[in-house]
């Protein structure tokens, strides 16, 4: 049976949590941010509006404020988050039970057992998008497709509320032309030492030689060739 995956990935979460409560800071651009001493200042979420003036996840406070100096902040509640997050899984658990939690606000769904008795995946995922919006308030946007790698990459291409498929037959099409860099665990470093080789794309990534890769990166470089 093909395996039919979906990543679930929660917009904006700690911000549309936020705004749950205090629904006048979606008009406003707006950040979650950590307690200087022990997160340093950094922004730990935006709305759009925060996003459009350039507000960057994990970016300095000072670094935010320049760029958009009317930015309201909110401190984390993360107990509050916490139980947003319980809420949204167990609607998951309503079409699968074969759940892999990462990090607070994304998830990976295995439905390919649940497929049959929902009729497709589609009525599942329109579903999943419909009631977490309903009732719980918050939006997703969800990847769908044959194994876990590209079903995050599938939730990141629309946002917010929105679903992306990859399939067999269109992967290479619409996976292969992205920035390596939007590949689960490659960063910055990664990033850089692909690029001095000329690896700029997941594409890049699948028609490197895994040897090389090996060579460049250790067993992590083989990882994300098969990933590619």
Known sequence: ??????????????ASVEMLYNPELRDVPMAIAGDKESRHGIILAKNVLAKKAGVKTAETIGDALK?????????????TYEYFSEKVRDLYYEYTDRIEPFGIDECWLDITESVPYFGSAQKIVDALLYRSRTEIGLTLSIGVSFNKIFAKLGSDMK?????????PEDFREKVWPLAASEMIYVGRATEGKLAKYGIHTIGDVAHTESEFLRYLLGVNGIALWNFA
């Open 159 to 167: 946002k917010p509320d929105a679903t992306t498929v990859i399939t």
């Open 67 to 79: 760029k958009c100096p009317n930015l309201v902040l909110r401190n984390a509640d993360y107990e």
């Open 1 to 14: 049976m093909k395996r039919t995956i979906l990543h679930c990935d929660l917009n904006c979460f700690f």
